[in-house]
């Protein structure tokens, strides 16, 4: 059975920072692509990082900068690091596995916001 879960969510500050982490089971790891994405109130599910199994990364234009995704396939652990966090950061996030078949994680709120 395949699970995707993520930690890391909650509330902060503008121009606080989070990290999150996304520890996957059930897969070969090494070979996905990894994504995070978020999704807004009222606004499609964006993809705002990724990782293939290559390591080669990219980023959304309104992160790229702030936010820092890297893997460690001995944990099967990807991260979203996040840094400057700003109000219009507010989401829910959730990590992402792509390779023959895809899988979601369950998803946490991150809140900026004073």
């Known amino acids: 059975q395949v699970q995707l879960v993520e930690s890391g969510g909650g509330l902060v500050q503008p121009g606080g920072s989070l990290r999150f982490s996304c520890a996957a089971s059930?897969?070969?790891?090494?070979?996905?692509?990894m994504g995070w994405y978020r999704q807004a109130p009222g606004k499609q599910r964006e993809l705002i990082a990724a990782?293939?199994?290559?390591?080669?990364?990219n980023y959304a234009n309104s992160v790229k900068g702030r936010f820092t995704i890297s893997r460690d396939n001995a944990k099967n652990t990807v991260y979203l690091q996040m840094n400057g966090l700003k109000p219009e950061d507010t989401a829910v996030y959730y990590c992402?596995?792509?390779?023959?078949?895809?899988?979601w994680g369950q998803g946490t709120q991150v809140t900026v916001s004073s």
């Open positions: 992402k596995a792509n390779y023959i078949n895809t899988y």
């Open positions: 059930g897969i070969i790891f090494s070979m996905y692509t």
């Open positions: 990782s293939t199994s290559s390591r080669r990364t």
